[in-house]
Nanobody, 117 residues
Framework: QVQLVESGGGLVQSGESLRLSCAAS????????MRWFRQAPGKQRELVAS???????DYVESLKSRFTISRDNAKNTIYLQMNSLKPEDTAIYYC???????????WGQGTQVTVSS
């Protein structure tokens, strides 16, 4: 069983930056694409960014100028660098990973990001 643990969330002011981490643990981990999602209060969970094993990235268009996803395969960890944060970025941020064998999607418990104006 793969476990994902997010960290790095917190309370920041508008314009500041945060770097989120998501570390996977378990035995004989084989991970495919990994993603960051977020869920704001009263809203549906939305995709933020994704990154493949080879480092190919994709972003929600509205966030690509401020957010950067990266990956360290040796550490089974992905990151989300968030710059110029806005109050509307306030949400719980979750990471998800496609486990290749057995094939399923693992989710983290989420980390809270709060941006004050």
């Amino acid at each position: 069983q793969v476990q994902l643990v997010e960290s790095g969330g917190g309370l920041v002011q508008s314009g500041e930056s945060l770097r989120l981490s998501c570390a996977a643990s378990g035995s004989e981990i084989r991970l495919g694409i990994m993603r960051w999602f977020r869920q704001a209060p009263g809203k549906q969970r939305e995709l933020v960014a994704s990154i493949t094993q080879d480092g190919n990235v994709d972003y929600v268009e509205s966030l690509k100028s401020r957010f950067t996803i990266s990956r360290d395969n040796a550490k089974n960890t992905i990151y989300l660098q968030m710059n110029s944060l806005k109050p509307e970025d306030t949400a719980i941020y979750y990471c998800a990973a496609m486990v290749l064998w057995p094939r399923y999607t693992a989710w983290g418990q989420g980390t809270q990001v709060t941006v004050s104006s």
